[in-house]
Protein backbone atom coordinates (compact mmCIF):
# COMPACT_ATOMS: atom_id res chain seq x y z
CA UNK A 1 0.00 0.00 0.00
CA UNK A 2 2.61 2.60 0.67
CA UNK A 3 4.74 1.36 -2.78
CA UNK A 4 1.37 2.77 -4.15
CA UNK A 5 1.53 5.75 -2.65
CA UNK A 6 4.63 6.63 -2.90
CA UNK A 7 4.65 5.47 -6.80
CA UNK A 8 1.62 7.60 -7.52
CA UNK A 9 2.75 10.42 -5.95
CA UNK A 10 5.99 10.03 -7.82
CA UNK A 11 3.68 9.96 -11.23
CA UNK A 12 1.67 12.95 -10.12
CA UNK A 13 4.27 15.40 -10.13
CA UNK A 14 4.20 15.69 -13.67
CA UNK A 15 3.97 18.53 -16.13
CA UNK A 16 0.44 18.77 -15.54
CA UNK A 17 0.36 18.39 -11.59
CA UNK A 18 2.98 19.31 -9.26
CA UNK A 19 3.44 18.25 -5.81
CA UNK A 20 2.17 21.57 -4.05
CA UNK A 21 -1.54 21.40 -6.44
CA UNK A 22 -2.00 18.13 -4.47
CA UNK A 23 -0.67 19.79 -0.97
CA UNK A 24 -3.65 22.42 -1.42
CA UNK A 25 -6.21 20.00 -2.63
CA UNK A 26 -5.19 17.55 0.17
CA UNK A 27 -5.73 20.17 3.22
CA UNK A 28 -8.87 21.33 1.08
CA UNK A 29 -10.72 18.02 1.12
CA UNK A 30 -9.91 17.38 4.47
CA UNK A 31 -11.33 20.03 5.64
CA UNK A 32 -14.14 20.15 3.29
CA UNK A 33 -15.15 16.24 4.29
CA UNK A 34 -14.43 17.03 8.10
CA UNK A 35 -16.55 19.68 8.08
CA UNK A 36 -19.29 17.80 5.61
CA UNK A 37 -19.28 15.11 8.53
CA UNK A 38 -19.95 17.88 11.48
CA UNK A 39 -22.67 19.04 9.68
CA UNK A 40 -24.16 15.72 9.28
CA UNK A 41 -23.69 14.82 12.72
CA UNK A 42 -24.96 18.24 13.74
CA UNK A 43 -27.94 17.20 11.98
CA UNK A 44 -28.95 14.23 13.23
CA UNK A 45 -28.21 15.14 16.68
CA UNK A 46 -30.32 18.15 16.63
CA UNK A 47 -33.29 16.33 14.87
CA UNK A 48 -34.18 13.43 16.42
CA UNK A 49 -34.80 12.65 19.96
CA UNK A 50 -31.67 12.53 21.63
CA UNK A 51 -32.69 9.04 24.22
CA UNK A 52 -29.95 7.95 26.14
CA UNK A 53 -27.14 10.58 24.02
CA UNK A 54 -26.60 13.34 26.09
CA UNK A 55 -23.84 14.58 24.16
CA UNK A 56 -23.41 15.50 20.34
CA UNK A 57 -19.79 13.29 20.78
CA UNK A 58 -21.76 10.39 21.61
CA UNK A 59 -23.18 9.62 18.02
CA UNK A 60 -20.05 7.99 17.70
CA UNK A 61 -18.84 5.38 19.73
CA UNK A 62 -15.09 6.64 21.19
CA UNK A 63 -13.46 3.56 20.01
CA UNK A 64 -14.70 4.32 16.35
CA UNK A 65 -12.96 8.00 16.60
CA UNK A 66 -9.78 6.52 14.44
CA UNK A 67 -11.37 5.29 12.05
CA UNK A 68 -13.49 7.85 11.36
CA UNK A 69 -10.35 10.24 11.15
CA UNK A 70 -8.48 7.15 9.23
CA UNK A 71 -12.19 7.31 6.66
CA UNK A 72 -11.40 11.62 6.41
CA UNK A 73 -7.83 11.41 5.70
CA UNK A 74 -7.92 8.44 3.05
CA UNK A 75 -10.62 10.51 1.06
CA UNK A 76 -8.60 13.74 1.22
CA UNK A 77 -5.44 11.73 0.20
CA UNK A 78 -7.19 9.54 -2.85
CA UNK A 79 -9.60 12.36 -4.13
CA UNK A 80 -6.89 14.55 -5.98
CA UNK A 81 -5.66 11.64 -7.78
CA UNK A 82 -8.94 10.33 -8.73
CA UNK A 83 -10.66 13.42 -9.06
CA UNK A 84 -8.33 15.57 -11.44
CA UNK A 85 -6.94 14.54 -15.10
CA UNK A 86 -5.49 15.35 -17.97
CA UNK A 87 -6.66 14.23 -21.70
CA UNK A 88 -5.31 14.31 -24.81
CA UNK A 89 -7.95 15.23 -27.31
CA UNK A 90 -6.47 14.57 -30.94
CA UNK A 91 -7.63 16.93 -33.50
CA UNK A 92 -6.15 15.59 -36.65
CA UNK A 93 -5.67 19.35 -37.61
CA UNK A 94 -4.11 22.27 -36.67
CA UNK A 95 -5.87 23.79 -33.41
CA UNK A 96 -6.48 27.06 -34.91
CA UNK A 97 -8.76 25.65 -37.86
CA UNK A 98 -11.23 25.11 -34.96
CA UNK A 99 -10.14 27.42 -32.77
CA UNK A 100 -13.65 29.46 -32.70
CA UNK A 101 -16.01 26.24 -32.42
CA UNK A 102 -14.00 24.30 -29.72
CA UNK A 103 -13.92 27.45 -27.27
CA UNK A 104 -17.06 27.83 -28.13
CA UNK A 105 -17.83 24.34 -26.82
CA UNK A 106 -16.38 25.25 -23.38
CA UNK A 107 -17.85 28.73 -22.89
CA UNK A 108 -21.24 27.17 -24.04
CA UNK A 109 -21.18 25.16 -20.41
CA UNK A 110 -21.06 28.06 -18.22
CA UNK A 111 -17.37 28.40 -18.24
CA UNK A 112 -15.86 31.60 -18.98
CA UNK A 113 -11.80 32.79 -20.04
CA UNK A 114 -10.00 33.60 -17.36
CA UNK A 115 -6.18 33.53 -19.22
CA UNK A 116 -4.76 33.35 -22.37
CA UNK A 117 -1.53 32.57 -23.83
CA UNK A 118 0.02 32.13 -27.30
CA UNK A 119 -0.61 27.58 -26.22
CA UNK A 120 -2.63 28.03 -23.41
CA UNK A 121 -6.31 28.95 -22.34
CA UNK A 122 -7.84 28.63 -18.84
CA UNK A 123 -10.88 28.51 -18.01
CA UNK A 124 -13.04 28.48 -14.60
CA UNK A 125 -16.84 28.44 -13.77
CA UNK A 126 -18.92 31.25 -13.98
CA UNK A 127 -21.28 30.34 -11.52
CA UNK A 128 -20.01 30.69 -7.99
CA UNK A 129 -22.26 28.04 -6.08
CA UNK A 130 -20.43 25.17 -8.83
CA UNK A 131 -17.11 27.10 -7.60
CA UNK A 132 -17.89 26.54 -3.46
CA UNK A 133 -18.90 22.86 -3.98
CA UNK A 134 -15.98 22.69 -6.19
CA UNK A 135 -13.53 23.98 -3.54
CA UNK A 136 -12.17 26.29 -6.23
CA UNK A 137 -10.77 24.05 -8.04
CA UNK A 138 -13.07 24.50 -11.20
CA UNK A 139 -9.70 25.56 -12.93
CA UNK A 140 -9.41 23.97 -16.68
CA UNK A 141 -6.86 25.01 -18.85
CA UNK A 142 -6.67 23.72 -22.36
CA UNK A 143 -3.01 23.28 -23.87
CA UNK A 144 -2.76 23.92 -27.68
CA UNK A 145 1.08 24.10 -27.81
CA UNK A 146 0.80 20.62 -29.37
CA UNK A 147 -0.86 17.85 -31.21
CA UNK A 148 -3.44 16.29 -29.36
CA UNK A 149 -4.17 19.09 -27.37
CA UNK A 150 -4.03 18.47 -23.50
CA UNK A 151 -6.94 19.46 -21.30
CA UNK A 152 -6.29 19.39 -17.31
CA UNK A 153 -8.81 20.23 -14.33
CA UNK A 154 -11.57 18.23 -12.96
CA UNK A 155 -12.41 14.51 -14.06
CA UNK A 156 -15.69 15.55 -14.69
CA UNK A 157 -14.64 18.37 -16.74
CA UNK A 158 -12.48 17.42 -18.42
CA UNK A 159 -13.85 14.35 -19.82
CA UNK A 160 -16.89 15.84 -21.04
CA UNK A 161 -15.19 18.88 -22.97
CA UNK A 162 -12.91 16.39 -24.19
CA UNK A 163 -16.04 14.49 -25.73
CA UNK A 164 -17.33 17.83 -27.08
CA UNK A 165 -14.52 18.89 -29.09
CA UNK A 166 -14.11 15.40 -30.25
CA UNK A 167 -17.86 15.91 -31.53
CA UNK A 168 -17.27 19.63 -32.60
CA UNK A 169 -14.60 18.41 -34.84
CA UNK A 170 -16.37 15.15 -36.36
CA UNK A 171 -19.14 17.22 -36.89
CA UNK A 172 -16.58 19.99 -39.00
CA UNK A 173 -14.79 17.41 -40.78
CA UNK A 174 -18.73 16.08 -42.18
CA UNK A 175 -19.34 19.49 -43.34
CA UNK A 176 -16.50 19.26 -45.52
Not at 60 to 74: C, R
Not at 95 to 123: K, Y
Not at 167 to 174: H, S
Amino acid sequence: MTTFIVLNLVKFTNKHHTMTQYLIRFCKHLLYCSLFLLLILLFVFYTSTHGEISHFWELIHPSNYWQVALFVIVYAAVYPFIGFVHRNVYLNRPFGEDREALIAAILHANFLIVSETETQIVFRSKSILTRIMRLYEDKITLDFSDNPIVLNGMRRDVYRFARNMEYVVRQRLREE
